[in-house]
């Protein structure tokens, strides 16, 4: 009997965790799909705030970093049409080539923007999201 309640725990324990597992996959799988529906200027905003909030941003950098990102936003977008589109006629290197000038060009653009001390502080932040990219974790502080 004592054998019986502990395979019933056992069991009833694991079917429980797995449960709560599907339930969190649902619901990122629907912050992404409410994430990709947003537009470009929706997209730029926010980042744009999240960027004040980290960096603690003047109303004048703000502004310029909205429309910075809103660039990015709307080059992301048309990437991203682009790229179902063509899905296999470009190349590895063309591509990776164009995202690493487009990432230069923005790092640029920032660095005009910001401070030393708040472009210090976005390097570091964008360097631990590739990590944890690169990991498989999402770091979205």
């Given amino acids: 009997m004592k054998k019986i309640m502990i395979l019933v725990l056992v069991f009833g324990t694991t079917f429980g965790f797995s449960q709560q597992r599907e339930q969190r996959n649902e619901a990122r799988k629907a912050m992404l799909q409410e994430r990709q529906n947003l537009t470009a200027e929706q997209k730029a905003e926010l980042s744009t705030k999240k960027l004040a909030l980290q960096l603690d941003l003047t109303e004048a950098q703000q502004k310029s970093v909205y429309q910075v990102q809103l660039e990015m936003a709307k080059t992301r ?65």
């Avoid at 977008?77 to 487009?102: G, P, S, V």
């Avoid at 923005?106 to 570091?124: D, R």
């Fill in 77 to 141: 977008e048309i990437n991203m049409k682009d790229r179902k589109a063509n899905a296999d006629k470009t190349d590895f290197y063309h591509k990776a080539n164009t995202r690493l000038d487009h990432q230069m060009a923005h790092q640029e653009k920032m660095k005009a923007i910001l401070s030393e001390k708040q472009y210090a502080l976005w390097k570091e932040n964008m360097g631990k999201r590739k990590r944890g990219k690169a990991k498989g974790i999402r770091n979205n502080n």
